[in-house]
């Protein structure tokens, strides 16, 4: 069984900052790709961010410049520093893992960036 933690969510101001955190833990083989996404009220779930186990990323083309994945792999652990936030950023933040025996989602954590 898998879980994954996270933490780091919570209400800005425009402008502001906030770190995003995902811990794994479980039955973990590998952890091939980890990464981010996030579902705003009436819309659908979208890529925000993902970081493969080689370091290679890839991002929203709405975050780039803005967000910044990273993870420590000893501690099977991915961050999303978020800096100069919007409002259209609001949503509930999602952090998903992808092993060699599937993927996994988290519960998500609720970000509100205020104007």
């Known amino acids: 069984q898998v879980q994954l933690l996270e933490s780091g969510g919570g209400l800005v101001q425009a402008g502001g900052s906030l770190r995003l955190s995902c811990a794994a833990s479980?039955?973990?083989?590998?952890?091939?790709?980890m990464g981010w996404y996030r579902q705003a009220p009436g819309k659908q779930r979208e890529l925000v961010a993902t970081?493969?186990?080689?370091?290679?990323?890839n991002y929203a083309d709405s975050v780039k410049g803005r967000f910044t994945i990273s993870r420590d792999n000893a501690k099977n652990t991915a961050f999303l520093q978020m800096n100069n936030l919007k409002p259209e950023d609001t949503a509930v933040y999602y952090c998903?893992?992808?092993?060699?025996?599937?993927?996994?989602w988290g519960q998500g954590t609720q970000v509100t960036v205020s104007s």
């Open positions: 479980g039955s973990i083989s590998s952890i091939n790709v």
């Open positions: 998903r893992i992808g092993t060699d025996t599937g993927g996994y």
């Open positions: 970081m493969a186990s080689g370091g290679s990323t």
